[in-house]
């Protein structure tokens, strides 16, 4: 059996509700390289050329990029 801890984490991540992640100065940097990283080494980056053509300060922006890693937990793969 599951703990009442568990299964709200359990029913928060069905129903999408993040954990609470504290961020600090250095994990929203490792994030953003990381990010910065995955996207210079995807192969299919059709969509996020032509963006960057059209807008690429807007693309390029911290806090744009930061929107993207919040809404993955900071996982800067799913991020890219």
Request: hydrophobic content about 35%; glycine content about 4%.
């Amino acid at each position: 059996k599951l703990s009442v801890e568990d299964r709200e984490e359990v029913y928060n991540q069905i129903h999408g509700v993040a954990s609470d992640i504290e961020e600090t100065p250095e994990l929203i940097d490792a994030a953003l390289a990381d990010m910065d990283r995955r996207i210079k080494n995807t192969r299919n980056k059709k969509a996020f050329e032509k963006a960057n053509f059209y807008r690429p300060k807007y693309i390029n922006d911290r806090d744009f990029r930061l929107m993207f890693l919040r809404a993955d937990s900071f996982d800067g793969g799913k991020a890219a």
